[in-house]
């Protein structure tokens, strides 16, 4: 899956409150077949510019505070929301009830290896924007 060429149409866009991994995350992207289009480090406006950006996909990266909830809620509050994918690690164990009410599809538990983490993303992308467009006649 991660040699393949980017496919322009699923859009992701990248959410977390540490700069460096989601610029490393965006840069190994660039290779697989996910289109990102936008990077935010804070998640305050994130419903806003997943909205301009026409994101198929928000991936938030939880952070101990909680925002990452608050964010989903927001995404979810537009007309036709993305999908949005929780990502966690081990500092930051996120409510997955809570998340899920907020609108969170599916919660990604980041490994040690950023290719393990970008071959999960591409897996639950293509399911879940793939199905979502197949059900839609997209």
Known sequence: MSGAAPDPS??????GGQ?????ALQARLRQSRLHVVGVECGSEDVAAHA?????????????PSGEA??????IMAQESPPKVIV???????????????????AFVRKPAALDDL?????????????????????
């Open 10 to 15: 699923i859009r992701i866009l990248l959410v």
């Open 19 to 23: 700069p460096l991994f989601v610029k």
């Open 51 to 63: 909205q301009t950006l026409a994101a198929d996909v928000v991936l938030l990266d939880a952070d």
């Open 69 to 74: 909830i608050k964010a989903a809620n927001r």
């Open 87 to 105: 990502l966690t690690d081990e500092r930051c164990q996120v409510d997955t009830a809570q998340a899920q009410r907020a609108g969170a599809v």
């Open 118 to 138: 970008v071959e999960t993303l591409e897996l639950v992308v293509t399911l879940l924007v793939d199905t979502s467009r197949a059900q839609s006649g997209s």
